[in-house]
Every structure is written in C-alpha cells, then in structure tokens.
C-alpha cells in the first residue's frame, strides 16, 4: 500500500485517537488474558509432568502383608515388562509439635540403603540417609506444621510407640498435595526409624516400574496385567495391588479442566473485544461513508478501499498484540507459579514454548480483522451513489414499526419514548450492545453462581455429616467398646462406631486392584458399615434408596466410587467387592450424594464383612473450630489410654478446609476475569453511543433549535445507555440461568466427577444489575455530554 | 472519441412506480460545457450518476469517453472512472485528513497512473492552475469554500481525464467565488475536455455551450425549438 495511503490511516487514526486507545485498551486486554492462560497452561502441563515423571513414580504397587524380601525384588524384576522394581512402606502415624494436636503423618518407609531410584524423592534439606531417629518432612509439611530443620517432633505409629524425632531434612515430593491441602503431613524415614517406633522393620509394598526401551508405560491396560504376573509369581502372598492413572499427577484433570475453563473464557473476552473494535469501525466507517464515496468517485475500487481499513484494524491488533503479549507472558508466569505452590510443583523453567506465541499472535490479529470484516467489507462496498446520497439527513436509520409501538407504550415519558425509538433506528447495533452486555452478564454470573454452587457443595457435603469428629483406627476394636470411650470424653454428645474397610473391584482370577495413589487419598475405595439407623450422616440420594433395615446384600455407591472405580453402574446392578482378598457380591439399591470423600460404599453393620469397627465419629457440644479440635484431642487421648490404636483424627473443619484449598483460586478467576469481560461490555456500549451521537449531531442540533435544553439532551442519551444496559440485564439473567447448570455439571464433572448444584446467587444478580446499570449509565454519560456541548451552528455545519 | 458524450435512449426508473429520467437522447462532442439545468427532482442529478457510472440506467446505452458506461462493473468501473473522468460536487469531497496536495495525489495513487516520485509535482502544478499552490500543504478545512472547490477540480484534473462531470459545483459558493469556478471550467473546455456540469442556477449558461433543459424526467422542448436528433436541447452561445 502507497505511503499516501498509509499516511490517510494514520491521520483518520489520530483523529479518533481516544476510540482507537479504547479499541487497543480492550484488545490488548483480552490478548492479555488469552497469552496468560496460554502461557500457564503450557508450562504447568511441561512441569507437572516434568516433576511427577522426575521422581519416576511406580507404575504400581503390590502389597505384601507377610513382607518383601530381596528375592521378591529380584523374581520382580526378571518379569516381562518390569522395568525395576523396589521394597518399601508406607503407614499413617500421627505427629504433634510441642503441646499441639495430634496431626496424621504418612510416613514413606524405604530401607537405609534404597538405590531412591524409583518412587524418590528429591532432597532439599539435609543429607539423607538420617540417623535412625531423624525424619524428613516433606517441604510443605514444615510450614504446615511450624517447624524447622533441628526440631523436635513427636511422632505415634498406631499400635506402636511415641517416639521424639528430629526434623532432619525436607524434601519435594510432587506427587503429594501440600500438606495444608490435604490436612496431612507427609514424611520420608528409614526402617530403622520404623523399628524404634515399635513396627516392624520389614517392608510391605513392592513397587515397581511397568514400561519398555521406550520409556515407562501411561496405559493403565498395559501395567495392570505386568502387576497380576509379577503378583503370580510372588506366589500368592501379594494381597492387593495399586495401580494409580499411570505417569498422570493426581490433580492432572482438576488442572486441565480448570486450564480449560479459564483460556474459553480469555478467548470469550478476545471474542468480546473483537466485537466491540468491529462496532466501533463499523461506527467510524459509517462516519466516513462519504470519503469512501469520494475516494471511489476519483478511481478507488471496492478492494483499494477495504485493504485500507484491514490495514487499519490490522495494525490496531498488531499494537494491542505487542503491548499485551509480554504482560500476559509474566501474568501466565505468576499464574503458572501460584497453581505450581497449589499442586506442590518446582517450575523448573518459565519458558514459553514458540506455539504459545504464534497462536497469541494469530488470535490476537486473526480474531479483530476477522470479526471486523463484516462492517467493513459492508462500508468499502458502499457505492459512489450511496455514500453521496447520504447528506446526514437520517443518518441513524429509520424508526420502523416495533420502534414506534414500543415508544407509545403506556407509562412511558418523553424521554423514554424518544429514547426507544431511537435505539429501534440501529437494530443491528442494538443486538450487538445487548449482546456484548449479555456475553459479560453470563460469565460474570455464571462465575459467582460457580462460587456459589461450590460454597453450597462443600457446605451440604459438611451438613449431611451430623458429627464434628472423626477418628480412624489402625486395628479392629469392637464396636459398643470403642464408641463407649468415646461417649465418655466431656464434650461429646453421641458417637458411633464405624467398619471403614478399604475394597476394590474384584475380578475372577484377578488379585484386587485399586487406582488409589500412593498418598492413599486420591483414588482410594472403602467399605463403610454403619450402625443401624445412623444419625450421623444422611445423604442426599442420586438414585435408588439408603439403607434400610433388613437389608441383606444391599449397598449404597457414593458418586465418587461410580466416577472412578465402577463406571456406568447403576441402580439394580449387581457388583463384586474384593473385601480383604474375600469377593463378596452386592446389589446396588442407590447412588449417593456423597461429596467430601473418596470413594464409598455403604453397607449394613449386620450384613458388612466384619463386625469390627475401623472408625468413630462422634458428635460435640463444641461451637468453633478450636474447641472442636480440642475435643479432638481428647477423644484420641482417650481412645490411646484405652489401647485403641488411633491412625488418624480430623474434624469436619478439616475437611472444609481441604476442599475449599482445591478450588476457591478457580473461582477468583474465574469472577476476576467475568470483570475484565464486563468492562470491555462497557467501553463497547460507550463506543456505540459515542458513535450514535456522531451520526445525530443534526438531530440534537434541531432539538436544541426546537428548545430542547442540554439536561434534555444529556438525559435521552443516557436514558437510551440504561436501556440497553437494562435489556441486556435482563437477557444475562435470564441466559445465566442454563449456562450456570451447564457450567457447574461440566466443571464439577471434569474436576471432581461430579455435577456441582445448579446454585443462583442472589448477590451476583444484584451486583450485576448494579454494575450493568451503573456502568451503562456511565459508559453513555461522556456521549451524552459531547451531544449537549454541540453548538448549534456546529451542529448544523456536519453534513 | 474519448471526449465524446453519447446517450441513446437511457432511462432510470425505480421500482414499478417512479421514473426518474425518461428515456433520452444526448450527444456532447468534445471541448463542450454543457450545463443541464432544471428544478429538484427533474432528474439532471440523475442523468449525470449515469453518465459517471455512479447509477444504472435501466435501459438504453451510455458512452462516456469511449467506454460503455452502462456496460462495465467493479473494478472496471472504478478504474474507468478514475482515469477517464473527473467528478466535482457540491460538497467538494475532499478528504479531510489530507492536505490538499495529498487530495489531488490520490487519484493518481489509486489509479496507479504517475510515477510515486512524479505525483507531488503534477499535484502542485495543478494547484498552480486552479491558484492554490500556496494553499499545497494546508489541510482542506483550513480552506474557504471556493479554495476547497478549486482544490475538488485540481483533483478532479488528476490523472487529466478527457471528461469532466461536475454536481452543482458552485451550488455552495457565493456568486463571485462561482464565477471563479465556472471560468475555471470554461477554461478547461476550452482546451478540448468536454465538461457536463447539473446546476439549478440558470445564468450559469453563459459560461456554457450548450444548456440542457430537463423536466420531469425528460429533455424539455426548447423555446426556439431548434430540435436535432430528436433532442431538443436550448443552444446558448
């Protein structure tokens, strides 16, 4: 294109230096979001896999109750398939610093002298092995537990002895949560240190690394037969195998989905801010339709005429993409960071892969020309004829019937009148305010109503358990024993107690396999029995029924346990539990409801396995989270007074807290960028307006000839700003509604498998309609004061 | 005949209901100012959007400077227009992010008909002939009205088309600035550009050669009805 032209953009740019800023403002806004989203995503999936893969986590894990030995190790090994293979340990203890709470404390158990090559862990602090008293905690266990490198803690082994260790070392372990998270210290230590805590020193678990030359193996179809053959050829003694999602964090889907979620969003606010740069063109084109018939009276074709506003739009978006890319690469970097601390990540390298640029890049200029092009090939095609036609004398379109019915309903005033019919003039323009308006209403609402459904989701998962405590054992106890201790601690109101037996789903000839991870959170499967007519937990039923009394083989699923050990059962079907390495078959009466757990099943106290409790869960007269946990205390003091060998104990505080850990970042997000969205709405609406008075400067002009004061002026303009604020309130409310329940189901299910409420907060729907209210009235107050400034003379000197 | 002006038999209508222009004859040799003349909505506006290839004529034939106007589209039409015809309007048209000097280039800029390095020179050397070369670099509304149409002909003049169309060019300038102007054209007429210019301001004719009369659509019988080819047309001289 010739320098000539060139210098016509340039100057026509400058010319409406203020509405391209806001065009580069809104562009460069999104382009922001989409890089950033870009740019985390892409490094959190390189460092997520980078450090889970980095400590070369077992493919599975058998477990060998009688004790791995060295020739096991070695048989292991020798199996097709077997890329190496490891003893080692874990068991839940309980650690307390100072006169603090008991707190659960899994202890990883490897021999002095493990290679660490499989399943490690890296070192951050100390030098490992540590002497037989020392214990490394895993880094994020220091702060949780306020201690330091040198300190003492004391730490219980169910059935063992309490013994004061040494914080020896940290170390990062990124295939654990942190330990805020997950309400759970995590620690490494030797056998020795096992064995002054009065365990056995022999270690239980054979881990091993299923794969080939290639590498190791991410179908899970591939390592499970390795485990059964390697647990063959132990001969038997394996009774149960681990098989977590192979070479996949246990927060992959939660972070993939939640990366989703947030990058459709940066592309709605791309999309968004294209629309509004293409109603301001399309306003400023409209502005220049005579030019363009000048310039095709003296020779311009259609296609010179067009390249000239690409060209425009072009270099706006190319401004915008280079203001906006190295902001969003830190803001993607910071953000990478705070979800790297969340899932206990090292980000190794903030690099940004070149794909992420090229596609910022071909969005950040694609997506403008392209959403533009409509207005604009419509303005270089108008004709010579057209555009000479056009004196100005109804420049904003005519009033057409719907206008002028609606403008004579009753109650209307004056203003509102005219205010209706002159938005009726521009239909197009209309819709695409009120859409603009909408897209940012829905997301903004569909963020808060998100919040909401989630708030109410951890909140109904707290209400449905009636009791405040919980306390797991290591052994069975009986049931009326147990529960007796527990009703004697002051304080406590009622408890029950519970059979908690982990199951998995079992297959002929196959020995039981679960998906848990070795935190023994994540994908683990349990079998609860409680007492008859429990009052301590009623669930909201999916399907089918609870429990009843007279049950023989009936049992409960929570969604949990369809989701990720028995997919597509249903009502009625019949299900095999391996209990124990016993199958036992169950028919399936009802889907809870269950959310807060892991995966459960629900039996019967008469008709479960064993009769033997694993669990007490009582009920406190304590009003807040300190007297709870005290009570807590208590009730663990008692029960290890009375010999019954506490694994762990937590409050429904915990719990709370633990789920709200996983998601609230989300959530922020998500309202935060729902902002951003609701702004470029705005500066649209502004820019329409803006564009609107343009084109009627006569008309205003000939109001004010006809004694129309400024305050008149000012008013209808803004009067036309509410309504389109108001129609798109009112159209955001109403599409909210789906996208919310649409929304929450897809979230929760790709997150957590399972749908979160269709929840309607009622500050959100304030808030916006303050916010759109406000806001459109603010977006059209600077037209509204251009339109009332206009001299008459100037006014009628536009043509 | 690149200069000639040949109309046989063009008509305009609009829907089922309304005729613009009726069909007409019209031939406009070269070096001829003809002004066509008549009240609002007699359709000389009209006859000249079909002349200039702006409109369509709903039947007949139009040749303008060679070319069958009724007959070419898009960028043809564009191309045709730019290099063979200039247009004057009322309103000038100038574009006003441009300075003057960068008006009178652009013809030639789209029309790709000059070297680059050769445009400011004949710009300004147009300038010069219209009287505003001081006036090159000034933006068009810093300009009063007969600058701004001196500046709408220099451009006009750009790519020196053998036709010259001009819409009411002194409808918006006082008597003595329009009396500069239309000396302007006569001048140009003079040099052998055939120039058809629609005004409503009858004493124009005596800057012309020829003044057409139309009314309601159609070529008015002249009072001395001196007819030829069936067209009656007023010959003032």
Redesign the interface.
């Known amino acids: 294109m ?1 320098r ?2 060139w ?2 953009i340039a ?2 740019v ?2 409406v230096r203020l509405r391209v800023l806001g065009m580069v403002a809104a562009i460069a806004l999104s382009v922001t979001l989409v890089a950033a989203f870009l740019t985390a995503q892409s490094i959190l999936r390189r460092e997520i896999s980078d450090n889970y893969l980095a400590g070369n986590p077992a493919s599975a894990t058998l477990h060998v109750p009688g004790g791995v030995t060295q020739k096991d190790v070695v048989v292991a090994k020798d199996q097709p398939g077997v890329m190496d293979a490891i003893a080692r340990d874990q068991v839940l203890a309980r650690v307390r610093v100072g006169d603090g709470g008991w707190q659960p404390l899994l202890l990883f158990v490897s021999a002095p002298d493990d290679p660490r090559r499989l399943s490690s862990v890296s070192v951050e602090d100390g030098i490992w092995p540590p002497d037989p008293r020392g214990v490394f905690l895993e880094r994020t266990a220091l702060p949780y537990l306020g201690v330091r490198l040198g300190d003492p803690i004391e730490v219980r082994v169910p059935g063992g002895a309490t013994m004061t260790m040494t914080v020896a070392g940290s170390v990062h372990d990124p295939g654990v949560a942190p330990a805020a998270q997950e309400r759970t210290a995590y620690a490494q230590v030797t056998t020795s240190a096992l064995e002054l805590l009065g365990r056995s020193s022999t270690l239980t678990e054979l881990k091993i690394a299923v794969g080939d030359t290639a590498g190791p193996s991410g179908d899970p179809a591939a390592v499970e037969p390795v485990a059964q053959r390697v647990a063959s050829a132990l001969g038997g003694r394996v009774t149960a195998i681990d098989v977590p999602p192979p070479l996949r964090h246990p927060h992959y889907g939660q972070m993939t989905t939640v990366g989703t979620v947030l990058l459709a969003f940066g592309f709605v606010a791309l999309l968004l801010s294209s629309v509004l740069v293409a109603t301001m063109l399309g306003g400023m084109v409209a502005g220049q339709v ?2 363009i ?12 005429v067009l390249g000239m506003y690409l060209t425009m739009v072009a270099a706006i978006a190319l401004v915008a993409t280079a203001v906006a890319v190295y902001p969003g690469v830190l803001l993607g970097r910071a953000m990478a960071g705070a979800a790297g601390d969340l899932l206990n990540l090292d980000v190794s390298s903030s690099s940004v892969p070149g794909w992420v640029l090229a596609i910022v890049l071909v969005a950040g200029l694609g997506v403008p020309v392209l959403v533009s092009l409509p207005p604009l090939v419509r303005g270089s095609r108008r ?3 057209d555009a ?1 036609d056009d004196h100005g004398s109804n420049p904003a379109g005519r009033v057409g019937r719907l206008g002028a019915r609606l403008g004579r309903l009753p109650g209307l005033g004056r203003t509102e009148a005219m205010a209706i019919r002159g938005l009726a003039r521009r239909p197009v323009r209309l819709v695409l305010a009120v859409g603009l308006l909408t897209v940012a209403g829905v997301a903004f609402m569909t963020g808060l109503n998100s919040a909401r459904a989630w708030t109410q989701l951890v909140q109904t998962g707290v209400d449905n358990r009636h009791y405040d405590v919980e306390v797991r054992l290591a052994a069975d106890a009986p049931p009326d024993g147990v529960a007796d201790v527990v009703r004697a601690v002051p304080g406590v109101r009622d408890a029950e107690a519970w059979a908690r037996i982990p199951v998995s789903i079992a297959v002929d000839g196959r020995i039981d396999t679960s998906h848990v991870y070795p935190d023994d959170g994540h994908g683990s499967f349990m079998l609860m029995a409680p007492p008859p007519g429990t009052s301590l937990i009623t669930l909201p039923m999916r399907a089918g029924r609870w429990l009843r009394p007279g049950d023989s083989d009936a049992i409960v699923l929570n969604t949990a346990a369809i989701t990720q050990q028995a997919p597509g059962t249903t009502v009625g079907d019949t299900i095999a539990l391996s209990v124990e390495g016993r199958t036992t078959r169950w028919h399936v009466v009802g889907i809870a409801s269950d959310f807060g757990t892991q995966g459960a099943a629900y039996v019967a106290q008469a008709t479960a396995p064993t009769t033997a409790a694993r669990m007490v869960r009582a009920v406190t007269d304590a009003q807040d989270p300190p007297a709870r946990r005290a009570i807590l205390a208590s009730v663990e003091q008692a029960l290890d007074d009375a010999n019954f060998q506490v694994e762990q104990g937590l409050t429904t505080d915990d719990l709370h807290s633990a789920l709200d850990g996983h998601v609230f970042v989300l959530i922020e997000a998500l309202v935060a960028i729902s902002l951003l969205i609701a702004a470029t709405a705005l500066l649209g609406l502004a820019s329409a307006q803006s564009t609107s008075v343009t084109e009627r400067t006569r008309e205003f002009a000939i109001m004010q000839v006809l004694g129309a004061t400024d305050r008149a002026v000012r008013g209808l303009v803004v009067t036309e700003g509410v309504l389109v604020g108001l129609a798109g309130l009112v159209v955001a409310i109403a599409i909210s509604v789906p996208v919310s329940a649409a929304f929450a189901a897809f979230f929760g299910r790709s997150a957590f498998g399972q749908a979160l409420p269709l929840s309607i907060a009622p500050a959100a729907v304030l808030l916006w309609t303050v916010l759109t209210l406000l806001g459109s009235g603010l977006a059209s107050a600077g037209a509204a004061r251009r339109a009332s400034r206009l001299t008459i003379r100037d006014a009628l000197a536009v ?1 | 005949m690149i200069h000639r002006v040949q109309v046989r038999g063009a008509c305009k209508s609009y829907g089922a209901g309304f005729t613009a222009l009726h069909p007409t004859d019209l031939d406009i040799g070269p070096g001829e100012l003809v002004t066509v003349v008549g009240r609002s909505g007699s359709g000389k506006t009209t006859l000249l ?1 079909l002349l ?1 290839g ?2 369509r004529p709903t039947g007949g034939e139009i040749t303008v400077a060679g070319e069958r106007v009724d007959l070419l589209r ?2 043809r039409l ?2 045709w ?3 063979s015809i ?2 004057v ?1 009322q ?1 000038f ?6 300075t003057v000097a ?1 008006n009178v ?3 030639m ?3 790709a008909t000059y070297k ?1 390095s050769d445009r400011r020179a004949r710009a300004l050397s147009l300038l010069e002939r219209v009287g505003i070369a001081d006036q090159a670099d000034k933006l068009p509304q810093a300009m009063s009205g007969g600058e701004q149409q001196r500046a709408a002909i220099a ?2 003049l ?2 020196d088309p053998p036709v010259l169309l001009a ?1 009411e060019p002194t409808g918006n300038l006082d008597r003595s600035t329009g009396d500069h102007v239309l000396e302007l054209f006569a001048g140009l007429a003079a040099e052998g550009r055939t120039i058809v210019m629609v005004t409503h301001e009858h004493d124009v004719s005596r800057f012309a050669n020829r003044q057409v009369t139309l009314a309601d659509g159609r070529i008015a019988q002249p009072r001395d009805a001196g007819a030829t080819l069936g067209v009656a047309e007023t010959v003032v001289r």
Do not use: Y
């Open positions: 010739s000539l032209r210098r016509k100057r026509d400058w010319s005579r030019q018939g000048a310039m095709k009276a003296i020779g311009a074709r259609t296609g010179q004709t010579v004829r000479i043509v | 959007h200039s702006i409109d898009g960028s564009a191309s227009r730019g290099r200039g247009l309007f309103f048209q100038l574009l006003p992010t441009l960068e280039m652009l013809p800029d789209f029309c680059t451009r006009a750009a790519n819409d």
